[in-house]
């Protein structure tokens, strides 16, 4: 224990000698650390990682190749359009294929949470990616892109909905020694 003494002074008084007590000083250390360590691997695990691949300036070590451009599935989601989806096979400007999907929205309720799901959306986007899509084959690496195209002011539920759909369509690829099946798209989605 650390002891602090306090001479008297003057008039005869007697000496102090008096003991800190360093229990709660110590306790407060531990809990700052505590609290500090927590919130490190907390702020660590709540980090959302995201691919944007956004074609960046050429690299001067590569050699450059002029590739035909991937093709691309675009949805559009408008708000002045709330009957229909329609689906744009792209390769670069070029569009290859359209489509129009009815939209209906199957709205039901997980506790507190307005799920929307969208299966007719889903089960046109395999058959598309069946017909047109490019990554089939287990040992590419590679996914394919969807674009989802919403306006501003659609609801994040049926954003969600949306992208759920897309997600549906699966594809083997080889990991290693087994063959997983993984989601054929990557999806981004652009907003006006």
Do not use: C
Not at 4 to 18: A, F, H, I, Q, T
Not at 20 to 35: E, G, H, K, Q, R
Request: no cysteine.
């Amino acid at each position: 224990m650390a002891g602090v003494s306090v001479d008297g002074g003057s008039g005869g008084r007697r000496s102090l000698d008096s003991e800190i007590n360093m229990i709660p000083m110590i306790d407060l250390l531990m809990v700052t650390i505590s609290f500090l360590l927590i919130t490190a691997v907390w702020s660590h695990m709540a980090r959302l990682n995201a691919d944007a691949q956004v074609p960046g300036p050429p690299r001067p070590d590569e050699e450059i190749t002029k590739v035909e451009p991937e093709k691309q599935l675009h949805i559009e989601m408008r708000d002045q359009d709330k009957s229909k989806f329609t689906l744009i096979w792209k390769q670069g400007a070029t569009v290859v294929n359209t489509i129009e999907v009815p939209r209906k929205d199957q709205v039901t309720q997980d506790g507190t949470t307005k799920v929307v799901r969208y299966p007719e959306l889903a089960l046109k986007i395999t058959d598309e990616w069946k017909n047109v899509g490019s990554h089939r084959d287990a040992t590419d690496r590679k996914l394919d892109q969807a674009v989802l195209h919403t306006d501003n002011n659609i609801p994040y539920s049926q954003i969600i909905g949306v992208i759920d759909a897309v997600y549906q369509t699966h594809r083997p690829m080889s990991l290693g020694s087994k063959t997983e099946p993984v989601s054929a798209f990557n999806v981004t989605f652009s907003v006006n």
